[in-house]
């Protein structure tokens, strides 16, 4: 069973910030999932997925965020969380909180194994650790 943290008022401003960076950035098959990250230090790092015609190159929005606040020189992670943008077809109004895909699992965790991330469970909005979500992580460590 998945272990769970309730969300605090720090991580809805969390979701905000990403729900923000789609709605300005939202372009329909480019851009429609958006991502943001607090650091340790407590500084919020937001940014869009970048879709490719060659599906396997394009780059997730977590991995962006990431990307965004390690080039700024914060590289210790406390909690991260994406957000889908409804396309014009679909009859969704608001954004909502997605889980991260495998890669973005494997990403999260190698740049830091202690960070918590937002995602629905059972229908409620919760923060887990990474590795909650990645059990027996590939690592080239020797133990």
Known sequence: ?????????????????????????????RHHIGSAVRTKNGNVFAAVHVEANVGRITVCGEAMAIGKSISEGDHEFDTIVAVAHPHPHEEIENCWVVAPCGMCRELISDYGSDTD?????????????VMELLPEKYTSDVE
């Open 1 to 29: 069973m998945l272990k769970v943290k309730p969300l605090e008022s720090k991580d809805y401003e969390l979701i905000k910030e990403a729900e923000e960076v789609i709605e300005k950035n939202y372009r329909y098959g």
């Open 117 to 129: 991330v937002i995602i629905s469970y059972k229908n409620e909005l919760v923060k887990c650790n």
